[in-house]
């Protein structure tokens, strides 16, 4: 049994959907047999977001948290004396912990970039990400035993930066959900609902996607139906997403504003506006909103290979979505429709969704689904990581999804 040590920024909901896709990966080899423990610095959500399952090291951070300078990370890493280990995200003091520790020991090191290498989220801050890769990142990377793709995009978006590791393109995994245990808190809306769900930023394109919104509110098709727009702000994002739809004339609530109960998503959506901010939703009632809405949306610009997609597939919805989420298996199995990061292309495809019937989103959720079951599992992924590791400890043979720089 490997001792596994990885290594992440936080464990928290500030790393969006690189929490989940990291806790479902490495709680899965966990249960094949590996001994594994976390290595992360505490934030403000750290002790509530905590992953019971597993054994985690939190270490404080020292000057500014969104660099997450924890000089403890190198003392607990040399004393847990793991086999290998992997380090998820960039940009933080977290890669170089990882990368001290294998400078130190020689031992392998994996780094997953979870789509950060990519050419648009390079740009966002982009000053502040070059200096960073000048003065530590791209070496860390260079010195990597070999870097994790979650799709063949992102391996050629590593390859354009001179990077020659082995890269192993592993995609992202989802848990199937079962038939809903409660059918008392199901939400039962008084319209068709779109559901958006994830972090309010810039790079999600959602501001296009509520331009489009706007633009459609006049047409008889979409009369009984609305946006809701479900998840956490972050730099403001969500204020100015409010403004746009103001000032689109767009009437839109916010159901944070509700008072506090259980109920507050089924009553502020029994006869909602066209478009509702729920504010964050977790555990059941994210997976509330996902039984309830007809189809999901993600315009993004820059994705690894996101999971909220996965889950929205796992749960037998349609998806539009753009190929910039790199997962194009979707629109190959007519499960996803195809947009652009514009407003008009993403009228057309919304008029095109809702023209649909309600027998033909369900075929397309349920080849989603089928989708997910075959190819984006938690066991056969967690398999190939496994097969990974193996290799870069004991020095085998790499296995045929890890590809050797030219």
Same mark, same amino acid.
């Given at each position: 049994?490997?001792?596994?040590?990885?290594?992440?920024?936080? +464990?928290?909901?500030?790393?969006?959907?690189?929490s989940?896709?990291? $806790?479902?990966?490495?709680?899965?080899?966990?249960?094949?047999?590996?001994?594994?423990?976390?290595?992360?610095?505490?934030?403000?959500?750290?002790?509530?977001?905590?992953?019971?399952?597993?054994?985690? /090291?939190?270490?404080?951070?020292?000057? &500014?948290?969104?660099?997450?300078? #924890?000089?403890?990370?190198?003392?607990?890493?040399?004393? /847990?004396?793991?086999?290998?280990?992997?380090?998820?995200?960039?940009? !933080?003091?977290? !890669?170089?912990?990882?990368?001290?520790?294998?400078?130190?020991?020689?031992?392998?090191v994996i780094?997953?970039?979870?789509?950060?290498?990519?050419?648009?989220?390079? %740009?966002?801050?982009?000053? @502040?990400?070059?200096?960073?890769?000048?003065?530590?990142?791209? $070496?860390?990377?260079?010195?990597?035993?070999?870097?994790?793709?979650?799709?063949?995009?992102?391996?050629?978006? +590593?390859r354009? =930066?001179?990077? %020659?590791?082995?890269?192993?393109?592993?995609?992202?995994?989802?848990?199937?959900?079962?038939? #809903? %245990?409660?059918?008392?808190?199901?939400?039962? &809306?008084? $319209?068709k609902?779109?559901?958006?769900?994830? *972090?309010?930023?810039?790079?999600?394109?959602?501001?296009?996607?509520?331009?489009?919104?706007?633009?459609?509110?006049?047409?008889?098709?979409?009369?009984?139906?609305?946006?809701?727009?479900?998840?956490?702000?972050?730099?403001?994002?969500?204020?100015?997403? %409010?403004?746009?739809?103001?000032?689109?004339?767009?009437?839109?609530?916010?159901?944070?504003?509700?008072?506090?109960?259980? !109920?507050?998503?089924?009553?502020?959506?029994?006869?909602p506006? &066209?478009?509702?901010?729920?504010g964050?939703?977790?555990?059941?009632? @994210?997976?509330?909103?996902?039984?309830?809405?007809?189809?999901?949306?993600?315009?993004?610009?820059?994705?690894?290979?996101?999971?909220?997609?996965?889950?929205?597939?796992? /749960?037998?919805? &349609?998806?539009?979505?753009?190929?910039?989420?790199?997962?194009?298996?979707?629109?190959?199995?007519?499960?996803?429709?195809?947009?652009?990061?514009?407003?008009?292309?993403?009228?057309?495809?919304?008029?095109?969704?809702?023209?649909?019937?309600?027998?033909? *989103?369900?075929?397309?959720?349920? $080849?989603?689904?089928?989708?997910?079951?075959?190819?984006?599992?938690?066991?056969?992924?967690?398999?190939q990581?496994?097969?990974?590791? /193996? #290799?870069?400890?004991?020095?085998?043979? =790499?296995?045929?999804?890890?590809?050797?720089?030219?």
């Amino acid at each position: 049994m490997k001792r596994i040590a990885c290594v992440i920024d936080t +464990i928290s909901r500030n790393a969006g959907g690189l929490s989940s896709s990291v $806790r479902g990966l490495m709680g899965t080899m966990q249960q094949q047999g590996d001994d594994m423990r976390f290595f992360t610095v505490v934030d403000e959500y750290s002790h509530e977001d905590i992953w019971a399952e597993f054994e985690i /090291y939190l270490a404080q951070c020292r000057g &500014p948290r969104k660099f997450g300078y #924890a000089p403890t990370l190198d003392s607990a890493l040399e004393l /847990y004396d793991p086999d290998i280990v992997h380090c998820h995200g960039l940009w !933080t003091y977290s !890669t170089q912990a990882a990368m001290n520790w294998r400078r130190r020991t020689g031992n392998p090191v994996i780094i997953h970039p979870h789509g950060m290498l990519d050419p648009w989220a390079l %740009k966002h801050n982009s000053w @502040k990400k070059f200096l960073a890769r000048m003065l530590y990142e791209r $070496r860390n990377l260079k010195e990597a035993s070999c870097i994790r793709a979650l799709c063949v995009s992102e391996m050629e978006s +590593i390859r354009a =930066l001179g990077l %020659k590791n082995p890269v192993c393109v592993i995609p992202n995994a989802i848990d199937l959900p079962g038939p #809903a %245990k409660d059918d008392a808190g199901a939400i039962r &809306p008084g $319209r068709k609902l779109l559901l958006y769900l994830g *972090r309010l930023h810039p790079k999600k394109g959602i501001n296009l996607l509520i331009q489009a919104w706007a633009q459609k509110q006049q047409e008889a098709l979409f009369a009984d139906w609305t946006l809701v727009i479900a998840g956490w702000d972050q730099g403001g994002h969500e204020a100015a997403l %409010k403004r746009q739809a103001s000032k689109a004339g767009l009437a839109w609530t916010d159901l944070q504003e509700l008072p506090e109960s259980e !109920t507050r998503l089924q009553t502020g959506l029994e006869h909602p506006p &066209p478009l509702v901010f729920t504010g964050p939703v977790f555990g059941m009632n @994210k997976e509330r909103l996902y039984r309830a809405c007809e189809a999901f949306a993600l315009p993004s610009y820059s994705e690894g290979l996101p999971m909220v997609v996965l889950e929205a597939w796992a /749960y037998g919805k &349609p998806v539009i979505m753009t190929s910039m989420c790199n997962l194009p298996e979707g629109f190959e199995a007519q499960a996803a429709l195809r947009i652009e990061t514009n407003a008009a292309f993403i009228c057309d495809s919304l008029k095109q969704l809702v023209k649909f019937s309600a027998a033909e *989103r369900q075929d397309m959720g349920a $080849r989603g689904r089928s989708l997910v079951e075959t190819k984006f599992n938690w066991p056969r992924v967690a398999n190939q990581m496994r097969e990974v590791n /193996y #290799a870069l400890v004991r020095g085998g043979e =790499l296995p045929d999804f890890v590809f050797l720089g030219q």
